[in-house]
């Protein structure tokens, strides 16, 4: 990706909530969640998800860190409520 092509990436996708997940069924519910909120391709519904890699992840800790990325705010923020 190019300098061009991230700084468009950032703007579309401004908004983000940072979440830990307890596991891969709490990821899914959100996802199911998400996508009968936005039908839709993902790519084209206003919504995203990104897993950053952690550096040292606590071998103790079995939740993991998911960044969920919106075009709208009042999105983000509904997300934000409803999950956080």
């Known amino acids: 990706m190019n300098s061009k092509q991230r700084r468009i990436d950032q703007r579309r996708w401004r908004h983000k909530v940072r979440i830990k997940c307890r596991d891969y069924a709490h990821y899914c519910h959100m996802w199911d969640w998400l996508k009968a909120k936005h039908t839709g391709k ?23 860190t998911v960044i969920w990325e919106f075009e709208r705010e009042r999105d983000a923020v509904e997300f934000a409520l409803k999950w956080c």
């Open 42 to 64: 993902v790519a084209r519904c206003g919504w995203r998800d990104r897993h950053p890699d952690e550096i040292e992840p606590d071998p103790w800790d079995h939740r993991f």
